[in-house]
């Protein structure tokens, strides 16, 4: 019997001591196949699942090492059954295989005969299967391939996809990378001033080159053929995808969350690679430019015209040899479905945390592929990557007239009333008084409440209503330093890079979201030119549904290492 900091059960969830010497160390190790459930100060809660044992195959984690980690780690004796079961669990990865066989194209393989007749004998999958070849061999409609995956997936028999990818329109595409790239700078070679965005060096015309883990994972990919990058904000995924396009040299399509973030992967292109301005096209609300490499916004994709989706053809425009999805975590639900069309193309899907409130994270794995290259945050940020921070609850008291309103109110109200209480623009006030002069965001969810917050500091409010024109003059005016503050809504949660932002103020959220919890840290974790770090500060209105909520947010943080200091709104000057 050892003293490790994990207790593993044989309801297969697994207990981190959070104070223990080697929590840290373990924490690493098990996330690569655990999913955090509950991180309360002490004990940390974690589950074995098979999706999270499958990602952690096909990443190329074996059940050896898997069981190495849990016996290396725990203080009481594994459960044997426990031990068995990892094994089998891992096992079924990959006994299914699609495969592209020269006489008959498409066809489903596998050496263990029980399997391939099980899956036969499945009513929803043996439509989308044609002729037995031999006992080991199945044709498959080659229609079905993503399909087929859902469905093996639901099933438990995980099939990995070797059956290779359309080659695409060739289409000249090379890095300018000039210099190798050292821990204390960014991926531009240059000083901390951005992961993904355009660095001082390179402004300044000055060599760059791929950070390390950036490599690595677009050769992961690469050798994977499809598959999902998981980065922390900051660390530069954009420069994943340039170098998968550069792999590939072939025309690209690429999904972003919305027209800012588009002309940000294009200033990114332009000054990363050889494409030309002319090379580069934008498909959004305003511009529907179809050009080799295509950036598109999943808002313009997936707008409904007499209950049809018009844009989706834009899928299936072109000879695409690679289709990269940026925040593959926000997936909608239709471009899910014209995906599983797609499986001879070559898929990235590029995010910050696979997390999704939906539950669908099987759909990422089976249409757009497996985890090929996951970074803890805190090991980018120990190789000073990204920027440290300093996460901080800060709990505020309702005034006795909306604790009654609270109370009185019916449930689907009491959020909103908590949330955007106006306790919390008093300490909104104190804490810009107390970080003045720095580059500070607030962000929320209400609009009302960030109306009044933004009269009350004296800082312009971006929400959805703002026209991209405006979003961009005033992103431009705090990254200059000409805006010190800025109150946002929603608008700014994904793929906005304000490399200068060193604190945020989060007053409201999406209710109990953990991806938007980490999406709005990540606006914070650009490495800064001072080498300072950043401050995350969540108002949360004690004893109702914004704490219990809160504490749901903070749960993939915690899995990343980011523990929440805890303070009294009293104890802010």
């Given at each position: 019997?050892?003293?490790?900091?994990?207790?593993?059960?044989?309801?297969?969830?697994?207990?981190?001591?959070?104070?223990?010497?080697?929590?840290?160390?373990?924490?690493?190790?098990?996330?690569?196949?655990?999913?955090?459930?509950?991180?309360?100060?002490?004990?940390?809660?974690?589950?074995?699942?098979?999706?999270?044992?499958?990602?952690?195959?096909?990443?190329?984690?074996?059940?050896?090492?898997?069981?190495?980690?849990?016996?290396?780690?725990?203080?009481?004796?594994?459960?044997?059954?426990?031990?068995?079961?990892?094994?089998?669990?891992?096992?079924?990865?990959?006994?299914?295989?699609?495969?592209?066989?020269?006489?008959?194209?498409?066809?489903?393989?596998?050496?263990?005969?029980?399997?391939?007749?099980?899956?036969?004998?499945?009513?929803?999958?043996?439509?989308?299967?044609?002729?037995?070849?031999?006992?080991?061999?199945?044709?498959?409609?080659?229609?079905?391939?993503?399909?087929?995956?859902?469905?093996?997936?639901?099933?438990?028999?995980?099939?990995?996809?070797?059956?290779?990818?359309?080659?695409?329109?060739?289409?000249?595409?090379?890095?300018?990378?000039?210099?190798?790239?050292?821990?204390?700078?960014?991926?531009?070679?240059?000083?901390?001033?951005?992961?993904?965005?355009?660095?001082?060096?390179?402004?300044?015309?000055?060599?760059?080159?791929?950070?390390?883990?950036?490599?690595?994972?677009?050769?992961?990919?690469?050798?994977?053929?499809?598959?999902?990058?998981?980065?922390?904000?900051?660390?530069?995924?954009?420069?994943?995808?340039?170098?998968?396009?550069?792999?590939?040299?072939?025309?690209?399509?690429?999904?972003?969350?919305?027209?800012?973030?588009?002309?940000?992967?294009?200033?990114?292109?332009?000054?990363?690679?050889?494409?030309?301005?002319?090379?580069?096209?934008?498909?959004?609300?305003?511009?529907?430019?179809?050009?080799?490499?295509?950036?598109?916004?999943?808002?313009?994709?997936?707008?409904?015209?007499?209950?049809?989706?018009?844009?989706?053809?834009?899928?299936?425009?072109?000879?695409?040899?690679?289709?990269?999805?940026?925040?593959?975590?926000?997936?909608?639900?239709?471009?899910?479905?014209?995906?599983?069309?797609?499986?001879?193309?070559?898929?990235?899907?590029?995010?910050?945390?696979?997390?999704?409130?939906?539950?669908?994270?099987?759909?990422?794995?089976?249409?757009?592929?497996?985890?090929?290259?996951?970074?803890?945050?805190?090991?980018?940020?120990?190789?000073?990557?990204?920027?440290?921070?300093?996460?901080?609850?800060?709990?505020?008291?309702?005034?006795?007239?909306?604790?009654?309103?609270?109370?009185?109110?019916?449930?689907?109200?009491?959020?909103?009333?908590?949330?955007?209480?106006?306790?919390?623009?008093?300490?909104?006030?104190?804490?810009?008084?107390?970080?003045?002069?720095?580059?500070?965001?607030?962000?929320?969810?209400?609009?009302?409440?960030?109306?009044?917050?933004?009269?009350?500091?004296?800082?312009?409010?971006?929400?959805?209503?703002?026209?991209?024109?405006?979003?961009?003059?005033?992103?431009?005016?705090?990254?200059?330093?000409?805006?010190?503050?800025?109150?946002?809504?929603?608008?700014?949660?994904?793929?906005?890079?304000?490399?200068?932002?060193?604190?945020?103020?989060?007053?409201?959220?999406?209710?109990?979201?953990?991806?938007?919890?980490?999406?709005?840290?990540?606006?914070?974790?650009?490495?800064?030119?001072?080498?300072?770090?950043?401050?995350?500060?969540?108002?949360?209105?004690?004893?109702?549904?914004?704490a219990d909520f809160a504490a749901k947010r903070q749960r993939f943080l915690a899995e990343q290492g980011y523990a929440y200091r805890i303070l009294d709104a009293g104890e802010i000057a």
């Open positions: 019997m050892g003293d490790g900091p994990l207790i593993v059960q044989s309801d297969k969830t697994i207990l981190l001591e959070v104070d223990h010497p080697q929590a840290t160390e373990a924490r690493h190790e098990i996330a690569a196949f655990a999913e955090l459930e509950r991180a309360p100060e002490h004990v940390h809660t974690y589950r074995l699942t098979p999706l999270g044992l499958w990602n952690a195959r096909a990443a190329g984690l074996d059940a050896e090492q898997v069981l190495d980690t849990l016996l290396r780690f725990s203080r009481y004796p594994v459960p044997h059954a426990l031990l068995i079961d990892v094994e089998e669990t891992m096992s079924r990865y990959g006994r299914l295989r699609l495969e592209k066989d020269p006489v008959h194209g498409l066809v489903l393989r596998s050496d263990d005969f029980p399997v391939l007749e099980e899956v036969h004998r499945a009513k929803k999958i043996a439509p989308m299967l044609g002729p037995r070849i031999d006992p080991q061999t199945t044709v498959v409609h080659s229609s079905q391939r993503g399909a087929l995956k859902q469905a093996l997936l639901k099933l438990g028999w995980p099939a990995e996809d070797r059956a290779g990818y359309v080659d695409g329109t060739p289409h000249p595409i090379a890095l300018t990378e000039t210099v190798p790239a050292a821990p204390g700078t960014d991926a531009a070679g240059g000083t901390h001033d951005g992961g993904g965005s355009p660095a001082s060096s390179a402004r300044a015309g000055g060599g760059w080159s791929l950070r390390p883990y950036q490599r690595v994972a677009a050769e992961n990919f690469w050798a994977g053929g499809s598959g999902v990058v998981v980065l922390p904000c900051g660390a530069g995924k954009t420069l994943v995808g340039a170098a998968a396009m550069a792999q590939s040299s072939t025309t690209t399509l690429i999904l972003v969350t919305n027209t800012v973030s588009a002309r940000q992967w294009r200033d990114e292109l332009l000054k990363r690679t050889t494409l030309t301005e002319d090379e580069i096209g934008e498909y959004s609300g305003a511009v529907k430019e179809v050009r080799p490499v295509t950036i598109a916004t999943y808002q313009v994709l997936t707008a409904k015209r007499g209950g049809l989706y018009p844009h989706l053809e834009l899928l299936d425009a072109n000879d695409w040899g690679l289709i990269v999805y940026d925040e593959v975590h926000l997936l909608p639900a239709p471009i899910f479905r014209m995906t599983a069309d797609l499986q001879a193309r070559r898929r990235l899907g590029l995010t910050a945390t696979l997390v999704r409130e939906d539950g669908r994270e099987g759909e990422v794995f089976s249409l757009i592929g497996p985890k090929r290259y996951d970074a803890p945050w805190k090991d980018i940020e120990a190789q000073g990557y990204i920027a440290p921070a300093d996460c901080v609850e800060v709990r505020v008291d309702l005034p006795r007239d909306e604790r009654m309103a609270y109370a009185m109110a019916e449930e689907a109200d009491k959020y909103r009333l908590c949330a955007a209480s106006e306790s919390k623009t008093d300490v909104v006030e104190r804490l810009v008084a107390k970080h003045e002069g720095e580059q500070l965001l607030v962000i929320g969810q209400f609009l009302d409440q960030l109306a009044e917050i933004g009269e009350r500091i004296g800082a312009p409010v971006i929400t959805g209503a703002t026209s991209v024109k405006e979003r961009q003059r005033l992103f431009d005016a705090f990254r200059a330093g000409e805006e010190r503050r800025l109150v946002v809504s929603k608008v700014a949660n994904f793929s906005i890079d304000l490399p200068e932002a060193s604190v945020a103020i989060q007053v409201s959220g999406s209710f109990g979201s953990r991806q938007e919890e980490a999406q709005r840290l990540g606006r914070l974790l650009r490495p800064k030119a001072d080498g300072r770090g950043a401050r995350f500060y969540a108002l949360v209105a004690r004893d109702t549904l914004d």
